[in-house]
């Protein structure tokens, strides 16, 4: 199975706060909205507000009630997005307290022991 592995870092810049981030890997089949959660469990946050990724210039939104021009969270697979080691995205938790994240792709790998019933699943821990 195909999966990535994901550097979550807290705020704008991974420069500002270089030693506080989640390693996180993540299947393929896995949507946005899977990673959102895995996100949460991993900065010991609750689940409630909105969010968004932005990736590649594309926004897409979580949950999308009516995602409009936006893609929505839910129903986009990793895979889909076509992303590579060294790509980042940007992730926006709660827009009222603005709980910026900077996800870099370290990883994409082949993995055989990897069941497709697996959430994405936090690796490590750091800061």
């Known amino acids: 199975m195909l999966t990535y592995t994901l550097k979550v870092y807290r705020g704008k810049s991974p420069q500002k706060q270089p030693k506080v981030y989640r390693l996180i890997e993540a ?3 896995h949507t946005l909205a899977e990673l959102h959660d895995s996100i949460m469990e991993a900065f010991d ?3 409630e507000g909105y969010s968004e990724f932005i990736v590649k210039g594309k926004t897409y ?3 999308a009630d ?3 021009e936006f893609g929505d969270a839910l ?3 990793i895979a889909s997005l ?3 080691p060294g790509d980042t995205l940007r992730y926006l938790f709660d827009y009222r307290r603005g709980l910026w994240h900077v ?3 370290t990883g ?3 993995r055989a022991d990897w069941s497709e019933d697996e959430w994405p699943r936090v690796v490590v821990r750091q800061g």
Do not use: C, Q, W
Request: aromatic letters at 8%; a negative charge; proline letters at 4%.
């Open 66 to 68: 009516d995602a409009g």
């Open 103 to 105: 996800i870099e792709v």
């Open 27 to 29: 299947a393929a089949t």
């Open 82 to 84: 076509n992303l590579a």
């Open 45 to 47: 946050r609750d689940n």
């Open 108 to 110: 994409v790998e082949e």
């Open 61 to 63: 939104l979580f949950p």
């Open 75 to 77: 129903f986009t697979d």
